[in-house]
């Protein structure tokens, strides 16, 4: 699964809990053409899960879990924004 630091994880917990009516409600990770996507949607069984605080805060499907093992999520201060970078 994808690293994530411990700025977007602080940064995704605070997003998530803003949202009304969370309801188990977490990041998902995508990919398309672009490259990667996140956007808010609930956790399917066959997910690979990031947890933090004791809480799901992303998910990806099995496939696009191993197209990202490389990448990284941060969050960037100074853009106010979550960025995705490759690792090693």
Partial sequence: MIEVTERAADFMKQALDSVEERGGRCFRLQSNEQGPQLSVDVPHEDDKS???????????????????ENRRIDFDQSQSQLVVTVTG
Avoid: I, R
């Fill in 50 to 68: 990031f947890e933090y605080d004791g809480e799901v805060l992303l998910v990806a499907d099995p496939e696009t879990g191993e197209q990202c």
